[in-house]
């Protein structure tokens, strides 16, 4: 079955980077795109930008462009999430969440298997 | 940017009520809409996409509808199970912009 498993909780200073892992099992993971969603205490889903395990490139929401850089290492079956310039409002939990899609085609957007989770805590 | 709105934010609902829940997008979509549950502390789960469709091992009791702006998500039964937070989310335009949730509570 599709596995998703994420590393460990984070806590940060204020202007730091953090870097989060995303390690899949049960499928082909170069055959699916993934993404990052994230959600503050409380709130609701943002969806933070896409990448395609296979051939790597990659796609933001502008609100996060310069600040985070999804990355994947096909040897481990690993895609990761940096976010720099943390701010207080960056802490969240951070998902890794796969794309219904397979690579071949365009990516679908929704999302039919999730990681658990990672929270990051911002705070000086 | 497409925004998504749900209603209502908050609802009560015993076992066994008809609970029916609506999602609408700021410009058609066609139909390119999924809801997910959502459990505390857990990651969400995909229930329905493509407006209607049904996703693999969820009970047949969840089902969706609309079209354009405007959706709904309807529990025909519910379960003790089915008390969560759900989310609405629209997938037309090469990003996934999600509504801000409907909360499912005991009444």
């Known amino acids: 079955q599709v596995q998703l498993v994420q590393s460990g909780t984070e806590v940060k200073k204020p202007g730091a980077s953090v870097k989060l892992s995303c390690k899949a099992s049960?499928?082909?993971?170069?055959?699916?795109?993934m993404h990052w969603v994230r959600q503050a205490p409380g709130q609701g889903l943002e969806w933070m930008g896409i990448?395609?395990?296979?051939?790597?490139?990659?796609s933001y929401v502008q609100k996060f462009q310069g600040r985070v850089t999804m990355t994947r290492d096909t040897s481990t079956s690993t895609v990761y999430m940096e976010l720099s310039s943390l701010r207080s409002e960056d802490t969240a939990v951070y998902y890794c969440a796969r794309d219904q899609a397979e690579v071949v085609v365009n990516p679908i957007y929704y999302f039919d298997s999730w990681g658990q989770g990672t929270l990051v805590t911002v705070s000086s | 940017d497409i925004q998504m709105t749900q209603s209502p934010s908050t609802l009560s609902a015993s076992v066994g009520d008809r609970v029916t829940i609506t999602c609408r997008a700021s410009q058609s979509i066609s139909n390119w809409l999924a809801w997910y549950q959502q459990k505390p502390g857990k990651a969400p789960r995909l229930l329905i996409y493509?407006?209607?469709s049904l996703q693999s091992g969820v009970p047949s009791r969840f089902s969706g509808s609309g079209s354009g702006t405007e959706f709904t998500l309807t529990i025909s039964s519910l379960q003790p199970d089915d008390f969560a937070t759900y989310y609405c989310?629209?997938?037309?335009?090469?990003?996934?912009?999600f509504g801000p949730g409907t909360k499912v509570e005991i009444k």
């Open positions: 989310q629209q997938y037309n335009s090469y990003s996934g912009t």
């Open positions: 990448i395609n395990p296979s051939a790597g490139g990659t």
């Open positions: 493509k407006a209607s």
């Open positions: 049960g499928y082909s993971f170069t055959s699916y795109y």
